[in-house]
């Protein structure tokens, strides 16, 4: 809260002034522009996307990529201790899928800290549209890390048994080498925009409408072609929830990722 201290005494204003501006204009934000600014690519930024990834590692019909991360709150939301992670701080989930220039193309948030990545992704609407055929073209698919299920729109790695093939492992690599795009966003939307490190409402739907509004202007930034890398530090709390997925794959996931072990 020091900062909006600092905003009240720059203007003149009380922080509780401060506060009530900015949980106005977050909300406003997020009503109004969110479907504008955070939308899936078109059809033509698609096949974009996806002749900058195969032309990069040789992955076809990838048209974005999945991950999560942990935004820290000052405090348990209603004294819940699901919102306590792994790590033992209070966090909320934010879900991210990106494209192959960090534009945010779908984003979903709110899930407490402690909730696996794998059960916050099948909450999400995106999810239940993609099972249904209804984001991705055919031969479409995003790319992730092992958090999540297989199927046959999301290509994760192959399990690290001690027994994978030459082959397998340098699928692995340049899978892992393509999702850090979204690690990176990540970092950019934490650097650009400072609060999400620490956010002190109590309040749900202030939580929300926060996380949201950050994550629309990082996409306007990203499109006027921001530099914000001295902003950017690496968080190790990344990911305090990391774990292997708790689903099981689906069958036509496991024959996609077979299709494109043969192709990378």
């Given at each position: 809260?020091?900062?909006?201290r600092?905003?009240?005494?720059?203007?003149?204003?009380a922080k509780?002034?401060?506060?009530?501006?900015?949980?106005h204009?977050?909300?406003?934000?997020?009503?109004?522009?969110t479907d504008?600014?955070?939308?899936?690519?078109?059809?033509?930024?698609?096949r974009?996307?996806?002749n900058a990834?195969?032309?990069?590692?040789?992955f076809p019909?990838?048209?974005?990529?999945?991950?999560?991360s942990?935004?820290?709150?000052?405090?348990k939301l209603?004294?819940?201790d699901?919102?306590?992670?792994?790590?033992?701080?209070p966090s909320?989930?934010?879900?991210?899928?990106v494209?192959?220039?960090m534009?945010?193309?779908?984003?979903?948030?709110?899930?407490?800290?402690?909730?696996?990545?794998?059960?916050?992704?099948?909450?999400?609407?995106f999810f239940h549209?993609a099972?249904?055929?209804?984001?991705f073209?055919?031969g479409?698919?995003i790319l992730?890390?092992?958090?999540y299920?297989?199927?046959?729109?999301?290509?994760t790695?192959?399990?690290q048994?001690g027994?994978?093939t030459?082959?397998q492992?340098?699928?692995?690599?340049?899978l892992?080498?393509?999702?850090?795009?979204?690690e990176?966003?990540i970092?950019h939307?934490?650097g650009r925009?400072?609060r999400?490190?620490?956010?002190p409402?109590?309040?749900?739907?202030?939580?929300v409408n926060?996380i949201t509004?950050a994550?629309?202007l990082h996409n306007l930034?990203?499109?006027s072609?921001?530099n914000?890398?001295r902003?950017?530090d690496?968080d190790p709390?990344?990911r305090p929830?990391?774990?292997q997925n708790?689903?099981l794959?689906g069958?036509?996931g496991?024959?996609?990722?077979?299709?494109?072990?043969?192709l990378?």
């Amino acid at each position: 809260m020091d900062c909006m201290r600092e905003v009240g005494m720059l203007y003149g204003i009380a922080k509780s002034t401060v506060l009530h501006v900015v949980h106005h204009i977050s909300s406003t934000m997020t009503r109004n522009l969110t479907d504008q600014i955070i939308r899936w690519p078109s059809v033509a930024r698609q096949r974009e996307i996806v002749n900058a990834v195969q032309t990069r590692s040789g992955f076809p019909g990838v048209v974005g990529f999945l991950d999560g991360s942990h935004i820290r709150m000052a405090s348990k939301l209603d004294r819940d201790d699901d919102y306590i992670n792994r790590k033992g701080y209070p966090s909320v989930q934010l879900q991210l899928v990106v494209d192959h220039e960090m534009v945010i193309t779908d984003m979903y948030t709110g899930w407490p800290g402690c909730t696996h990545d794998a059960r916050v992704l099948r909450n999400s609407t995106f999810f239940h549209d993609a099972e249904a055929a209804r984001v991705f073209r055919p031969g479409q698919c995003i790319l992730a890390d092992s958090a999540y299920p297989l199927k046959n729109w999301l290509i994760t790695p192959f399990k690290q048994n001690g027994f994978l093939t030459r082959r397998q492992r340098r699928f692995n690599q340049r899978l892992s080498g393509e999702r850090q795009v979204v690690e990176r966003a990540i970092g950019h939307l934490k650097g650009r925009f400072r609060r999400l490190k620490e956010i002190p409402f109590h309040q749900a739907e202030d939580v929300v409408n926060l996380i949201t509004s950050a994550c629309i202007l990082h996409n306007l930034c990203v499109l006027s072609d921001d530099n914000v890398q001295r902003y950017i530090d690496n968080d190790p709390a990344l990911r305090p929830n990391r774990c292997q997925n708790v689903y099981l794959h689906g069958r036509n996931g496991v024959l996609r990722r077979l299709q494109l072990l043969a192709l990378v």
